[in-house]
């Protein structure tokens, strides 16, 4: 099993910037793939980007690309999602999940385990 905790949410203006980290514990040697999703009310959870556990690749939604960094540190366990540019439409909870195969996939329904989300909030 695998435990994740979001933190970092918040309220900020348009144009601001905010840092989302998600601390693993439990079996993290089993994480291939990490990944930030998000979801407005009403609307289905969507990608916002992914990180491998193991190797050097990153994948970025199109809304969010040129905006948005993923890192990790390996040693602490922890990713980052690095937030700039901030628009209104970024509004959501941000849910960090962990995939334990090779797939990096896009699509939620690939990720095993879940945090339990973080509010973010960009006002106009």
């Known amino acids: 099993q695998v435990q994740l905790v979001e933190s970092g949410g918040g309220l900020v203006q348009a144009g601001g910037s905010l840092r989302l980290s998600c601390a693993a514990s439990?079996?993290?040697?089993?994480?291939?793939?990490m990944g930030w999703f998000r979801q407005a009310p009403g609307k289905e959870r969507e990608f916002v980007s992914g990180?491998?556990?193991?190797?050097?690749?990153?994948e970025y939604a199109d809304s969010v690309k040129g905006r948005f960094t993923i890192s990790r540190d390996n040693a602490k366990n922890t990713v980052y999602l690095q937030m700039n540019s901030l628009k209104p439409e970024d509004t959501a909870v941000y849910y960090c999940?962990?995939?334990?195969?090779?797939?990096?996939?896009?699509?939620?329904?690939?990720?095993?385990?879940w945090g339990q989300g973080t509010q973010v909030t960009v006002s106009s």
């Open positions: 990180i491998s556990w193991k190797i050097i690749y990153t």
């Open positions: 999940a962990a995939e334990e195969s090779a797939a990096y996939s896009k699509n939620y329904l690939s990720y095993d385990y």
């Open positions: 439990g079996r993290t040697s089993s994480i291939y793939t």
